[in-house]
């Protein structure tokens, strides 16, 4: 038994002594390669200009060469390593300001758009088209609201009206205003369909004011236009300023010629005047007949005595 302890006392030493002479041996060959392991070659961070070459050939660039680069020293180094100005790829031995990355792109800035010529013209809101607009400041975008703001309906009386757009700035309005011309309406040919544009006048009163300037031959001014039962100051004021009377295009007549029938017809005469009328010129000699003798026979009104004179020719 005492035999059989020994030998295995033994063969457990022996097992130990070999796993220590493994570890030994392991490290031994690590520390011989860090010992003989070659020291890494950096590149001093100061940097002369003295050390480094610059050559500029046929638009190309030489990178700049350290003298003191293994390559250099090696002499493997070719100084006919160029990249173009263009190359996008940068060779990683080479070292560039850049850091080794590619110079970024030159940035071309856009060439400056010219400012839009803008004119200044005589114009009608009501009828200008879109690259009038365009010509006289307004983008294309703000043209089209005005078209389209005409297109329902909407229509431009004074040139106040113009400037209540939203596209239209206190600015631009300040330039055009001088130049927005929207034509009155001429009273003694506009139709029915025109009249109705007027502001407060719908189509019955657009019938009435026909009617009356057919009995008058004409209105000789817009204020005639309160003569007509219904068209008060209040109304008038609403588009008189829209409104004209051109008196070329008025129906002259000899009121001494007139029939009964005639005279009656004439707002301005009527039934009873009628008969003062034609008994005056029957009782009073022909070159005596005057609408002042009129008045002051009480045959005619001050007032309709001298607008009458304005019809006769």
């Known amino acids: 038994m005492k035999r059989k302890e020994k030998v295995k006392k033994s063969a457990a030493s022996g097992v130990i002594a070999l796993i220590f002479l493994i570890i030994g041996f392991q490290t031994a060959i690590f520390f011989e ?17 003295a050390d480094h070459h610059y050559s500029v050939t046929n638009d190309s660039l030489l990178l700049p060469i350290s003298y003191s680069s293994p390559e250099f020293s090696s002499g493997t180094y070719s100084r006919s390593k160029t990249t173009n100005r263009n190359t996008s790829v940068v060779e990683s031995n080479q070292r560039t300001r850049y850091g080794g990355y590619p110079a970024p792109a030159k940035s071309y800035s856009k060439p400056s758009r010219q400012p839009r010529r803008v004119e200044s013209f005589v114009f009608d809101p009501n009828t200008v088209t879109l690259e009038e607009l365009v010509r006289l400041g307004l983008s294309e975008r703000q043209a089209e609201v005005i078209l389209n703001y005409r297109s329902k309906g909407g229509s431009f009386r004074r ?90 295009h008025v129906t002259r007549f000899d ?53 009458l004179s304005r019809y006769h020719k």
């Open 255 to 307: 009121f001494w010629s007139l029939t009964k029938e005639e005279l009656i017809a004439h707002p301005y005469v009527g039934t009873f005047a009628a008969k003062g009328i034609l008994r005056y010129r029957s009782v009073t000699d022909t070159s005596q007949w005057s609408f002042s003798d009129l008045v002051r026979n009480n045959i005619l009104t001050p007032d309709c005595g001298s607008k």
């Open 159 to 248: 040139k106040e009206d113009f400037a209540k757009m939203y596209v239209v700035s206190d600015t631009l309005y300040q330039r055009l205003e001088p130049f927005i011309d929207i034509p009155k309406l001429e009273l003694n040919m506009a139709d029915s369909a025109a009249l109705v544009t007027l502001r407060g006048i719908g189509p019955y009163y657009a019938r009435r004011i026909i009617e009356y300037r057919e009995r008058l031959g004409g209105f000789l001014d817009p204020q005639q236009l309160m003569e007509i039962d219904g068209i008060d100051q209040e109304r008038f004021d609403g588009f008189a300023f829209a409104v004209q009377a051109d008196s070329s």
């Open 33 to 49: 390669k860090v010992i003989n392991r070659p020291a890494p070659q950096t590149e001093s961070k100061e940097t002369t200009a």
